[in-house]
T-cell receptor, first 117, second 117 residues
């Protein structure tokens, strides 16, 4: 069973379109994240949710809107796509460190490569 | 804000040799976690090794070990008996234990490791 799964894995679309990436985790974790990996491989956090509540919202354009219907799901919707949005988007999850999580690591999905033409 | 610095954009090592990847970080916190993640061409983010700041003993996982120098804020990764499958991007990452760790991971820019047969 895949621990953190994202769909779709690849997404090619035109500028100006709206698209969504879905993420689900079956690890029972409390916190989920979206990361963006740019063309230089740099990974930067975009959002984090803890038990469906937004915790972090980094300086991301408001065209990006995360939605967490329950603590096992965190979806990313992007409006009016721009060329600069082309990247790999990673979903991740972790347990709350205060809950005595083993190791404290984040578990990542396989990434979704978004290409905006 | 915490920062993580990987000063080696690329490293090359002969198969079966030993290589050390450098990482330094900046924080004012005393309780945190440090990680090395590996990203092969498949783009999957794979945890290599973790270190909890309050543990003085350096972590070891088979051929992978770290040299954790808390006072110097240094966290290097040593790979012994390098194998072709070790070729990947390696990311050093920091996670605060404050607030349950909902801030997620702060990543360095990565080191591209090449293994020469």
């Amino acid at each position: 069973d895949t621990a953190v799964s994202q769909t779709p894995k690849y997404l090619v679309t035109q500028m100006g379109n709206d698209k969504s990436i879905k993420c689900e985790q079956n690890l029972g974790h409390d916190t989920m994240y979206w990361y963006k990996q740019d063309s230089k491989k740099f990974l930067k956090i975009m959002f984090s949710y803890n038990n469906k509540e937004l915790i972090i919202n980094e300086t991301v354009p408001n065209r990006f809107s995360p939605k967490s219907p329950d603590k096992a799901h965190l979806n990313l919707h992007i409006n009016s796509l721009e060329l600069g949005d082309s990247a790999v988007y990673f979903c991740a999850s972790s347990q709350d460190i205060r809950a005595g999580a083993s190791g404290g690591e984040l578990f990542f999905g396989e990434g979704s490569r978004l290409t905006v033409l | 804000a915490q920062t993580v610095t990987q000063s080696q954009p690329e490293m090359s090592v002969q198969e079966a040799e030993t290589v050390t990847l450098s990482c330094t970080y900046d924080t004012s916190e005393s309780d945190y976690y440090l990680f090395w993640y590996k990203q092969p061409p498949s783009r999957q983010m794979i945890l290599v090794i973790r270190q909890e700041a309050y543990k003085q003993q350096n972590a070891t996982e088979n051929r992978f070990s770290v040299n954790f120098q808390k006072a110097a804020k240094s966290f290097s990764l040593k790979i012994s008996d390098s194998q072709l499958g070790d070729a990947a991007m390696y990311f050093c990452a920091y996670r605060s234990a404050f607030g349950g760790g909902a801030d997620g991971l702060t990543f360095g820019k990565g080191t591209h490791l090449i293994i020469q047969p």
